[in-house]
Structure formats: structure tokens, C-alpha cells
């Protein structure tokens, strides 16, 4: 039984797109080459989400972070922005921000941060706490 031309043409279609998206960052980056770990950790508590952006890397690094939040709920809607130079100690938890907004809100998170001279996309969840 052989696979038909559509479903085959489906198939390598949905691989380039894979391929692209690995490319081009758009795929989950885990740890950087590096070793570079970033993210956003959430917590809630009291009808309140913490959103804390980390970092933790094998070497001490210095550079700068980019976080914006946008959140919108019932209450209404902000737009908060924080950024800087950051110190970061080898093998060691680094909060670079911190954010609480309602634990109900639709939020979108932009967390960029420079390290080694290279930019990293950090604005996803951290899986595994850091």
C-alpha cells in the first residue's frame, strides 16, 4: 500500500514548514549553543499572575534585556516595558524582571535579551524551573 501524491505532498510540505521554523526560530530553542537558559516563570497567587523573566548561563555574562507585557481583562488593559543593563553570575539564577497582572488576563509577552554579543528570544514559558 503506497502513500498517495496528495498525502506525500502533504507530508514535505509540512517538513519544509518544520524546517523553516527551526530556521528561523519560530521552534521551541531550549538552551542556547551557549548554554544560555531563558524564560518566563509564572506563578499565581491570590487571583494574581507573577510573571518573573530569568536567566541562567554555565558563565558569568553581562548584556541587556527588552521585557514587554501587554495584558488586557475585563478591568482593562496595559502595556508595561522594562529593560537594562544586567549582571548575570555563572551557574546562577538571574531575575532580570518581574511583572504581577491579573490572573485572568490575556497577556503577550516580548522578552529579548542580549548575551555574547547575540540576541536571544527568551519570551517563552520556562518548562523546567530555573
Do not use: W
Not at 62 to 83: C, K
Amino acid at each position: 500500500m503506497g502513500i498517495s501524491i496528495k498525502t506525500g505532498s502533504t507530508i514535505a510540505l509540512g517538513l519544509v514548514i518544520a524546517a523553516i521554523a527551526a530556521g528561523t526560530g519560530m521552534a521551541n530553542p531550549g538552551p542556547s549553543a551557549d548554554g544560555i537558559q531563558c524564560g518566563i516563570a509564572r506563578s499565581q497567587h491570590n487571583g494574581m499572575q507573577q510573571l518573573e523573566a530569568r536567566i541562567v548561563s554555565p558563565k558569568s555574562l553581562s548584556g541587556e534585556y527588552r521585557l514587554v507585557i501587554q495584558s488586557a481583562s475585563n478591568g482593562g488593559s496595559s502595556n508595561i516595558s522594562q529593560g537594562g543593563e544586567y549582571v548575570a553570575r555563572a551557574n546562577e539564577q538571574t531575575t532580570l524582571g518581574s511583572v504581577t497582572v491579573n490572573a485572568g488576563a490575556k497577556i503577550t509577552v516580548t522578552f529579548d535579551v542580549t548575551a555574547n554579543g547575540k540576541k536571544l528570544d527568551c519570551g517563552q514559558d520556562l518548562v523546567r524551573q530555573l
